[in-house]
T-cell receptor, first 116, second 116 residues
Framework: AQTVTQSQPEMSVQEAETVTLSCTYD???????LFWYKQPPSRQMILVIR??????QNATENRFSVNFQKAAKSFSLKISDSQLGDAAMYFC?????????????FGKGTHLIIQP | DTAVSQTPKYLVTQMGNDKSIKCEQN?????MYWYKQDSKKFLKIMFS???????INETVPNRFSPKSPDKAHLNLHINSLELGDSAVYFC???????????????FGPGTRLLVL
């Protein structure tokens, strides 16, 4: 079974600075998908970014980018120019590439605090 | 229009009662899911439905039963509620079951269930 580990329960960053959230995973599969979701105090789960394992290029979405290291099974999220609205729980998630309706396997989350 | 909606948003009930949570998606997606988020914010897949067929049941007690009247709806029925069922329940949907864009899951706002 796949596991996802987020080793930082909480991170704090000054507004406008850059922060990196860590995620590692364990799998025996060669093809899979990785995601970062954001959960603000409103409780809504919001997709931040997706990475396909077969793609060597790191995914980027505006101020959000990932550092995907397949051999190391590492998938970190970098947030540039942090804004107050980035304050939230961030969850790393894994999904098998199998053709079935597989659910996501989540890490335990990192609580990101933005200091003004 | 809300893409994935859940009703109710909050549910307070007594132990032993039976309750249902409704989920609807207007995205035209083929696959729907139910997740449970516990008090420590850990998210775990409960069920997945694809084309009205249950694909995954992650060792959830049989007091929980998903019901899908059509492709746009996946309701969660819970019988004989227990204190440990208190959690936030999220519905999600994806376009399909393979391909990066198709497997991306979009979440509803969650239903906070409190069993007294």
């Amino acid at each position: 079974a796949q596991t996802v580990t987020q080793s930082q329960p909480e991170m704090s960053v000054q507004e406008a600075e850059t922060v990196t959230l860590s995620c590692t995973y364990d799998t025996s599969e060669s093809d899979y998908y990785l995601f970062w979701y954001k959960q603000p105090p409103s409780r809504q789960m919001i997709l931040v970014i997706r990475q396909e394992a077969y793609k060597q290029q790191n995914a980027t979405e505006n101020r959000f980018s990932v550092n995907f290291q397949k051999a190391a099974k590492s998938f970190s999220l970098k947030i540039s120019d942090s804004q107050l609205g980035d304050a939230a729980m961030y969850f790393c998630a894994y999904r098998s590439s199998g053709g079935g309706a597989d659910g996501l396997t989540f890490g335990k989350g990192t609580h990101l605090i933005i200091q003004p | 229009d809300t893409a994935v909606s859940q009703t109710p948003k909050y549910l307070v009930t007594q132990m032993g009662n039976d309750k249902s949570i409704k989920c609807e998606q207007n995205l035209g997606h083929d696959t729907m899911y139910w997740y449970k988020q516990d008090s420590k914010k850990f998210l775990k897949i409960m069920f997945s439905y694809n084309n009205k067929e249950l694909i995954i049941n992650e060792t959830v007690p049989n007091r929980f039963s998903p019901k899908s009247p059509d492709k746009a709806h996946l309701n969660l029925h819970i019988n004989s509620l227990e204190l440990g069922d208190s959690a936030v329940y999220f519905c999600a949907s994806s376009r399909g079951t393979s391909g990066g864009n198709r497997v991306t899951q979009y979440f509803g706002p969650g239903t906070r269930l409190l069993v007294l």
